[in-house]
């Protein structure tokens, strides 16, 4: 606890210096470091000085990973101490939510928060002499399973200080409708004091992209003024190029490049003078471009009983890069469209198993469906492959047999 009064340290020529001298000089500038943050900022929270500070991104869904970046916050405690400390965590720090204690189920939130905390570390080199020389500053990152104790304060009496909370089951975008962040007090930007009119975002056009493609999009909302940058939180493969152009309080143009995406469809953050406002419902969604190239054999039997037919088709993106040859290419739908209207799906084959790479291409196998899954018994017909968000159909005519 901090002293109640404020006592600073005079030296003179000839005085005997002992610890207690360099312990006040020490708190001094220590506790009006802190009653200066206190009187700074409004409240516990992140300093926003980037979009990327502090935010809690979702870095493998499969896997229950998530990362905290790294950046600063502010803690106050309420009503005990008219003091502020900074928490710093000055790396990137991954968490794996499947270790959480008590352990996570699906249905479960996972409240992600950051608290101060100290630590006395190195014992005195000095023989006899009790304590540490110094105290370790931390920046303690916690997750909470569904809520925050009440008080919601960390053992130590220290704010958590909320981030953000990320879906177990779906491990969709984290939900920073709690986040916290600390702001400059008003009344010392000589600005009235009290909340102005909030920021929303309505739209952006357009809503879909795919990977490994630039694309110039419009955000439209309210109270954008002053917009300076935009980031997707849960996929840091999406880039803005340049800056932000056409700002107005509507709205702005932004160029957004697209690279290594899980597809998917993603919120963003619009950084704004107050801070940063979440896109929420609108969304921007991801896709691959998937090209079917060569499909083998081009002639085939359709059979009217077991054992079915094989079919092998290669090209880009039409299969999870990640999975092992001879593995089912989960995710993967292989179809069988008319070849004079590619709209229309005669049948869909079943069990894709994942082949060796051909050169740039992918390829899968897929075995043929039965004539009684046909919708119609036509010939020629077109082979089309969906996967991740996106579909590709081949220009190959394949000629079906039906016996």
Do not use: W
Request: some cysteine; overall charge negative.
């Amino acid at each position: 606890m901090a002293e109640a009064q404020i006592k600073r340290v005079n030296f003179f020529d000839g005085q005997f210096l002992k610890q207690g001298e360099f312990l006040g000089l020490e708190n001094y500038h220590r506790h009006m470091r802190r009653r200066l943050l206190h009187m700074l900022f409004d409240q516990s929270g992140v300093v926003q000085l980037s979009a990327a500070d502090l935010r809690v991104v979702v870095t493998d869904a499969a896997q229950k990973l998530i990362t905290v970046n790294a950046g600063t916050a502010i803690s106050k405690r309420d009503g005990d101490i008219v003091e502020a400390k900074e928490v710093v965590l000055r790396e990137n720090l991954p968490i794996d939510l499947d270790t959480v204690v008590p352990p996570l189920v699906p249905g479960d939130m996972a409240l992600v928060t950051i608290h101060y905390a100290e630590q006395s570390t190195d014992p005195s080199s000095e023989g006899g002499v009790l304590g540490d020389t110094r105290v370790t500053e931390q920046a303690v990152v916690t997750v909470h399973r569904n809520a925050l104790p009440t008080p919601p304060n960390a053992p130590n009496g220290e704010p958590y200080i909320r981030l953000g909370d990320v879906n177990f089951q779906f491990m969709t975008v984290p939900d920073e409708t709690n986040r916290r962040e600390a702001h400059i007090r008003s009344a010392l930007l000589g600005v009235t004091p009290g909340p102005g009119p909030s920021p929303t975002i309505s739209a952006i056009a357009p809503a879909t992209g795919d990977t490994g493609t630039t694309v110039n999009a419009h955000v439209t909302g309210t109270n954008l003024n002053g917009a300076s940058a935009i980031s997707f939180p849960g996929a840091p493969g999406i880039l803005m190029v340049g800056s932000l152009t056409a700002v107005t309080t509507t709205g702005f143009d932004v160029q957004l490049s697209i690279g290594a995406v899980i597809p998917g469809t993603y919120q963003f953050n619009v950084t704004l003078p107050g801070g940063a406002v979440n896109s929420s419902a609108i969304t921007f969604t991801v896709s691959v471009v998937v090209t079917v190239a060569t499909v083998i054999p081009t002639a085939v039997n359709i059979q009217t009983t077991a054992p079915a037919g094989l079919l092998t088709v290669r090209g880009t993106n039409i299969r999870d890069a990640a999975l092992a040859t001879g593995a089912a290419a989960t995710g993967t739908v292989v179809r069988l469209v008319r070849a004079s209207d590619v709209t229309q799906v005669i049948a869909t084959c079943t069990n894709p198993i994942v082949l060796p790479n051909v050169g740039a291409n992918q390829a899968i196998q897929v075995t043929l469906p039965l004539a009684a899954d046909f919708s119609a018994q036509v010939t020629p017909a077109r082979v089309r492959v969906e996967f991740g968000g996106g579909t590709g159909t081949g220009t190959q005519n394949i000629t079906l047999n039906y016996v």
